[in-house]
């Protein structure tokens, strides 16, 4: 995957010859911001940098690339060596990554910089494109941010005039950044959107629950994006579902793995035909999901005490369905002596959608398979505490889960 050329990158001899004035140093490099770590303490901004750093080597050498260096430069890092697109797409999928640009790095001389930001957007801007300058100045500086955007506007507008190129502040073809950093500049022309959050892992372990549908992989990342070390979990309703539903997870485990910076990385399948079997023996069928989902928190609970997690991830959301209500969902949650992180809790539909297509997981959760037949006709959509745990004195409920636990099945994803 490395080498190969990209918007940003120096693409020839003559482009680096284009740039050069004098004994100047031009450096092709992919530059990172990222996201709310600047904000942190210095001892905390300091932990997690090192633990982003540590996470974009990883990202990078997974997709291929090698032959690079990381630094920080005044709350930029700064990945030398590289500047191939596909190395900035890479590096987006980081958690604690605002943005990431692939550019070119060189000295922020005022007395050439205009020249080299001419020359820069002469690589950049083709025939009849309208353009943008705009700069960033941080430190001290001669010239400010607005001055720079001028002169450099200017300079272009006047060197490409013959091809109509056009200014156009507002909504430009193609736009040239400038950051002025110290005694340092970089040029680029594109940033591509990163995932935000905090570097994962710097917040503890999470058990996700997995079901392969639309929401609970959503549900999954947004607490990864969140620093957590999301531990995924399927349960096993076989032969109440279809070999197919088993599948269907794992695919999305191994959408989410993509953003997990680590070398190994499992999935957990819980067998849960015996407990299906015992809840499907109770007389009021109307309180089977609450009945389940109750069950489904004890073993995940059970877990994650096991992996020295600190809680469990649902991709529950309020209403969506019968056993999503304020009243199941007091009732379920009792059965947990973990924290439960529910998301996506005020989230509807659609924003879930949105969520699940920008992560990469929609297209294989909307797969058809063969679901759950263990819902009854008319589940209960009001349960009281006090009935469901009349019902399940008679379920030999730790047994049960101590017998799912010892046949717990593990995939390396």
Known sequence: MGGQAGRGELNSEKEVKAFRKGEARIEPVILISTSEIILKSPYVRSSLQRTLLEHLRWRLRRSGFGGFKTTIDTGRIVVSGLNDISAAEACSKIFGVAATMSAVKLPSNPATLTEA????????????DSFAVRAHVVG????SSKDIEREAGAAILTHLGKDNVTVDLEDPDKTVYVEIRGSTAYLYDRRIAGCGGLPYGSQ???V?????GIDSPVASWLMMKRGSHLIPLFIDMAPYAGRDYEQRAVEVARKLREYAPVSKYRMIIAPFAKILDTISRVKEARYRCVHCKRMMYRVACSIANKQQALGIVTGESLGQVASQTLLNLSAISEASWLPIYRPLIGLDKMEIQALAQRIGTYDVSIR???GCTFVPQKPATSAKLQTIESIEKDLQIDLL????????KKIDL
Do not use: N
Request: aromatic content about 6%; proline content about 3%; charged content about 25%.
């Open 208 to 212: 996700g629950m997995l079901s392969g």
């Open 140 to 143: 001290s500086y001669p010239t």
């Open 401 to 408: 889960v101590q017998d799912a636990l010892k046949r717990l």
């Open 117 to 128: 930001v001419t020359r820069y957007a002469e690589t950049r801007i083709s025939k009849g």
């Open 368 to 370: 058809k398979v063969h």
């Open 204 to 206: 503890g372990r999470l």
